[in-house]
């Protein structure tokens, strides 16, 4: 439900339910001061870890992240988002989804695979994925990287290019939809041992930021829409000083006018500001402040910039932040409740 449609934002927040989560939340959002109050609960899917909303925004994707894998969509009306039918199975504990050329991706974290699942007139989703591409190859670290682990598809700004972000092969995949298929066009290599997780794209569209789990630090690239093709050029420390082995990056979020980039950090609990220059090129970490809460697995901004959302797993909460025009450092406003939290959607 988008503001100006004579209806209030909502927030979908997600979670692990075998951890302790309710499901799906759903939240009013206060246009004036970015507050939540939760309104329904929907606990139809186990797991569903990541959310998105479909091109209309009146239907809610969800993953189920389990040893399995699925995505269920659901019908958003009124204050309680409704199952629209059986979630469709993809590959292995999948931890992201996006919409792109009438298809819902999901990146199958557990088998290595990102797979497309084809979306309905109405919104639903088709019984079985048209396409499963799975990736190849591992990382020097034994623990993390001993095979492929998608974390992330999304579409480019142009809406041409499936762009998938492997944590355990230390590489990004550049792939095409055509007629349901995907194919990989492009796989841009990142330094190994980085494991990236996850990339938001710069609002014009000619840098990408691929912020890396396993090295807390946020690799530059430059993006060409027309060639789908990545080019490293930078690597910036998301955090101060040296960093222990515990400290996990996890979410990334960029400022509509392009000159902040957010970070949150699993194990330091923080939130980092990191500038960006005019040329989009150059990122500088000027500001790092606490989460709220324990474990922040994800971050979202609202559309104006002006509120940040920190989905605070382990100590069950959803923390949302005044963010300074200025500096771009959020200050703390408020949080709700939302146990096992691991995504926000607003929409």
């Not at 990541?50 to 992240?65: I, T």
């Not at 912020?211 to 093709?229: M, Y």
Request: proline share 9%.
């Amino acid at each position: 439900m988008a503001q100006g449609d004579g209806r209030r934002q909502r927030a979908f927040i997600g979670s692990f339910t075998a951890a302790g989560g309710l499901g799906v939340l759903t939240a009013d959002v206060d246009p004036d001061s970015g507050a939540l109050t939760v309104l329904s609960v929907v606990a139809d899917v186990p797991d569903p870890s990541y959310l998105a909303l479909g091109p209309g925004r009146d239907v809610l994707y969800a993953v189920s992240e389990t040893d399995e894998g699925a995505v269920a969509a659901f019908r958003v009306h009124g204050d309680k988002p409704e199952l629209t039918g059986p979630p469709t199975p993809t590959g292995g504990g999948p931890t992201h989804l996006s919409v792109l050329g009438g298809h819902v991706l999901t990146a199958d974290y557990g088998s290595g695979s990102v797979s497309a699942v084809p979306v309905r007139p109405d919104g639903s989703l088709a019984p079985a994925a048209s396409s499963v591409l799975r990736h190849t190859g591992s990382g020097p670290n034994a623990q993390r990287q001993r095979g492929p682990h998608a974390h992330q598809v999304q579409p480019d700004p142009g809406g041409r290019w499936a762009v998938s972000v492997d944590l355990g092969t230390d590489s990004v995949r550049v792939c095409a939809l055509d007629g349901g298929t995907l194919t990989v066009r492009r796989e841009t290599a990142l330094r190994p041992g980085s494991g990236p997780r996850h990339l938001a794209f710069h609002p014009r569209g000619g840098h990408a930021y691929v912020l890396n789990e396993l090295a807390p630090t946020v690799t530059v690239c430059r993006w060409d829409g027309e060639e789908g093709s990545l080019r490293p050029v930078g690597e910036t420390p998301v955090l101060s000083g040296v960093p222990d082995g515990d400290a996990y990056p996890s979410g990334i979020a960029v400022s509509p006018d392009g000159r902040f980039v957010w970070t949150a950090t699993r194990g330091r609990d923080t939130v980092s500001v990191l500038g960006v220059d005019a040329s989009g090129e150059v990122l500088t970490l000027v500001a790092e402040v606490p989460c709220g809460g324990v474990w922040p697995r994800a971050l979202a901004l609202d559309a104006s910039g002006r509120f940040l959302y920190a989905a605070n797993e382990r100590s069950g909460d959803v923390t949302w932040f005044d963010v300074d025009p200025g500096t771009g450092v959020p200050r703390r406003a408020g949080s709700i409740e939302a146990p096992a939290a691991s995504c926000v959607v607003l929409g």
